[in-house]
């Protein structure tokens, strides 16, 4: 949850994607272009897919690169790193917005 003294942003998913999970991935599908093209589809790796699944609009990013370090021993520059990344990734296609 986002803590009132915690500066970090939160995002959440858009409305220009919708996720599947299929087995163990998780499949991003445009469906604001024209139809769901295939070759826009985007598959998000092991980490990618547990931050997705945090982007709830109300978890800062702070929380999130906890969660990571907590959750794959990895350290917290590591995590913050990895998050920043697939945010910026997410960002460019239109798949998350800032709240």
Do not use: K
């Amino acid at each position: 949850m986002q803590n009132r003294t915690d500066p970090s942003p939160c995002f959440r998913a858009s409305d220009s994607f919708v996720s599947r999970r299929i087995g163990d991935e998780i499949l991003l599908v445009p469906i604001r272009q024209h139809g769901a093209e295939l070759h826009n589809i985007v598959r998000l790796n092991d980490v990618a897919a547990f931050i997705w699944e945090r982007l709830d609009g109300s978890t800062s990013c702070t929380a999130l690169t906890m969660a990571i370090v907590g959750h794959y021993l990895v350290d917290e520059a590591e995590a913050a790193a990895d998050l920043a990344a697939l945010l910026d990734q997410l960002r460019a296609i239109d798949a998350i917005e800032a709240v």
